[in-house]
């Protein structure tokens, strides 16, 4: 006889999950009692529950596996939400392992931290309903045992997404029956799961839509990345002759130095990229869902249904011809439909490479190799870009930094960069980073890129890098500023809360145990971020940007603009 603990880390072993984030607190504790006696699994422990989710999220981005997030419930049902939430929407496989903090004969007595639901306390049932694909609350052994199978199952069947089970009262300390009824099977076979394709019809029809196109276009989404389906995107651009452009979640799922890369659409995307999508006579969209930011907010002249051909390939057939009117939907995984695609037909029309070569202009401005004081910010990204290469990850926060990035940062490789574009959350990039550096080991980079504002909220992470032993470097580009929030000033105090006080980051950061550089000569930022990449230690480097550089100013795209600027 076994703890329901003990199997469901036996059973966390056996699905091969090298990690757990996590923080210890609640029923959750008798969980963590059993994982130091597991062969193959680890607690990653940072400092709080929102950083343990974000590095679960980027642990499933990068990997395809899920990410698994465990916790006391009233702090994984908030603090833990922003992994969560992104997860959600960057379609992140993740499983959350949590508790209601149920106390029995306790919980109807003025309960305190109770999460059940029940009069006196609060559902986390009805916080993790809002986000999670599916959750469970089981009440036995056996019950707890197949949920959690289910969870990992669900957390990758389909579009991928967070699943959550709930650890109920006594339940994690009873015995799991030996023989029960119903039944619970080798968690492996339970977790089985098969990928989608296409139907016949459907991939005759696409072809035909390709093959008479005189100028098409892919625009590849998250769903590549989800699928790593990235030398099937590549086969296609061959086969038909396509131009490839990608959506924000879908940067670097083809490598934009490629002769047939054409850039990132989207309101703060390269213009040379939307332009592209607007001169397409048909467009194949491959995991993407088409949002607000992707489509220039609808802008009548970007994406045109009534004069081009979509075909449109997801995992969801809700939502192929979501937003758009589609011609032809491709329902099943991004890997399956592409394959077939290429494999069934082919064309040629002399139109893609040279409009594509035009269209990377966009990457270049005279800005990235200014060298005036403070640095601007394009200056602060072409230093980056000399020391990304195909084994560099580089995770972008939200705000002005990660628009710069998108436009000047030319990835070199596929799965060379990742950014907070789901729920768009701040304070992503540097757990997200030591998430990449654990996942990948010594044989990757990874350079994380946030404001000031985005680092302050988890940099935390920094001292997590430094106790689990990898070296990310963390870029702060710092305008001692909510910087695209005061940039919507129409004048100085107009919007409350936009500034804030000159911190020591570099001083932080040695408190820590890792390096802090701050850096105020453009000249001098490649070669520190070259010994930070050499480094064994975390580097913090404190670049100090132009504040006055306005990025809505310099990056909104026409189309964009044609409806408004309508702003995040």
């Given at each position: ?9 036996d ?23 059993h994982?130091?006696?597991a ?52 379609s ?7 508790e ?6 306790y ?7 109770q ?14 309903d ?6 469970w609350?089981?009440?036995t ?11 990992f199952k669900?957390a ?8 959550a ?15 029960p ?43 590549v990345?989800?699928a ?7 086969a296609v ?60 907010w ?9 004069e081009?051909?979509?075909?449109h ?17 491709l ?5 399956e439909?592409l394959?077939?695609?290429?494999e ?37 990204v072409?230093?980056i ?10 995770t972008?926060?939200s ?10 940062l030319?990835?070199?490789a ?14 992503w990039?540097?757990?997200a ?13 990874v350079?994380a ?9 988890t ?24 910087g ?13 809360g936009?500034?804030?006080t ?30 930070a990449?050499?480094a ?33």
């Amino acid at each position: 006889m076994t703890t329901t603990a003990a199997e469901l880390v036996d059973t966390l072993d056996s699905l091969g999950v090298e990690y757990v984030f996590g923080y210890p607190g609640g029923r959750v504790i008798e969980l963590l009692d059993h994982i130091p006696d597991a062969d193959g699994v680890e607690l990653v422990r940072p400092r709080d529950e929102r950083e343990a989710s974000v590095m679960a999220e980027m642990y499933g981005r990068l990997t395809g596996r899920p990410g698994v997030l465990t916790g006391q419930g009233p702090w994984i049902g908030s603090l833990g939400m922003i992994g969560q939430m992104e997860a959600r929407l960057a379609s992140s496989p993740m499983v959350v392992l949590t508790e209601a903090s149920e106390r029995g004969e306790y919980s109807t007595l003025a309960p305190y931290q109770q999460a059940r639901g029940d009069y006196g306390g609060f559902s986390l049932p009805d916080i993790l309903d809002g986000v999670s694909k599916e959750w469970w609350f089981p009440r036995t052994p056996t019950e707890t045992v197949r949920s959690t199978q289910l969870a990992f199952k669900h957390a990758v069947a389909g579009r991928p997404g967070p699943t959550a089970v709930i650890l109920d009262g006594d339940a994690i300390t009873d015995e799991v029956p030996t023989d029960p009824t119903p039944a619970t099977w080798d968690a492996r076979t339970q977790t089985r799961t098969w990928d989608a394709a296409p139907t016949a019809t459907d991939v005759v029809a696409a072809v035909e839509a390709l093959e008479a196109a005189e100028r098409p276009v892919v625009i590849a989404g998250n769903g590549v990345h989800a699928a790593q389906a990235y030398d099937e995107l590549a086969a296609v651009a061959d086969a038909y002759d396509c131009a490839v452009v990608t959506s924000y979640l879908g940067k670097s799922t083809y490598p934009e130095t490629d002769d047939r890369a054409a850039g990132v659409i989207g309101s703060f995307g390269h213009e040379g990229a939307n332009r592209v999508v607007s001169e397409a006579d048909t467009l194949f969209v491959v995991g993407c869902r088409l949002n607000p930011m992707d489509t220039n907010w609808q802008a009548p002249a970007f994406i045109r249904p009534d004069e081009q051909t979509i075909v449109h390939a997801d995992i969801d057939t809700r939502n192929a011809g979501w937003v758009y009117p589609a011609d032809v939907g491709l329902i099943g995984d991004a890997s399956e439909s592409l394959a077939a695609v290429a494999e069934a037909g082919e064309a040629s029309t002399g139109w893609a490479i040279e409009r594509a070569t035009a269209a990377r202009e966009w990457f270049e401005s005279p800005a990235c190799t200014d060298d005036s004081v403070p640095i601007a910010p394009q200056r602060a990204v072409a230093a980056i870009q000399s020391v990304v290469d195909e084994e560099t990850i580089v995770t972008a926060d939200s705000g002005n930094n990660r628009f710069w990035l998108l436009n000047y940062l030319q990835t070199p490789a596929v799965r060379t960069y990742f950014g907070s574009g789901g729920v768009g959350g701040m304070g992503w990039a540097t757990p997200a980073a030591v998430s990449a550096a654990l996942t990948t080991g010594e044989d990757t980079n990874v350079i994380a890129v946030a404001g000031d504002g985005g680092f302050s909220m988890t940099m935390n992470s920094v001292e997590t890098a430094v106790e689990y032993g990898v070296a990310p470097t963390v870029v702060i580009l710092n305008d001692t500023s909510l910087g695209m929030v005061r940039q919507m000033q129409h004048e100085d105090g107009d919007i409350a809360g936009v500034e804030f006080t000159d911190t020591d980051f570099p001083k932080i950061a040695e408190a820590f145990g890792a390096v802090g550089r701050r850096v105020t000569d453009p000249t001098a930022l490649e070669s520190v971020l070259e010994e930070a990449k050499a480094a064994d230690v975390p580097h913090v480097i404190d670049v100090r940007i132009d504040r006055e550089a306005e990025m809505a100013a310099t990056l909104s795209s026409s189309f964009y603009d044609s409806v408004g600027g309508l702003h995040e």
